[in-house]
Nanobody, 125 residues
């Protein structure tokens, strides 16, 4: 059974850090693109960061540049999102996703086939 298993959410104060992990369980390897998305109630899912797993090339939403870092461990089939200097506006459910294709818009959720369950990140002021 293939699935993306997410861990690492939690509650922190503004300025704090969290690290999210996503394990691609049951996959022979990571998908071509792996990404993190987030969603708050009443809004659509928005792209946070993505990575081309073969090259490590990252893509970031403007609102996280300089604060978040996406990385991957191809040998362990894992993707990470290091989140520093968290802001209350980062409060959301965070999702890991994978796409086997080459994507023109790596932060667009509709292009991703595989999704993990979300993990809640709550940042208090």
């Amino acid at each position: 059974q293939v699935q993306l298993v997410v861990s690492g959410g939690g509650s922190v104060q503004a300025g704090g850090s969290l690290r999210l992990s996503c394990e691609a369980s049951g996959f022979k390897s990571l998908q071509n693109y792996m990404a993190w998305f987030r969603q708050v109630p009443g809004k659509g899912r928005e792209g946070v960061a993505a990575v081309v797993t073969r090259t490590g090339t990252p893509f970031y939403a403007d609102f996280v540049k300089g604060r978040f870092t996406i990385s991957r461990d191809n040998a362990e089939n894992m993707v990470f999102l290091q989140m520093n200097n968290l802001e209350p506006e980062d409060t959301a459910m965070y999702y890991c996703a994978g796409a086997p294709y080459t994507l023109r818009s790596p932060l667009r959720p509709n292009d991703y086939d595989y999704w993990g369950r979300g993990t809640q990140v709550t940042v208090s002021s």
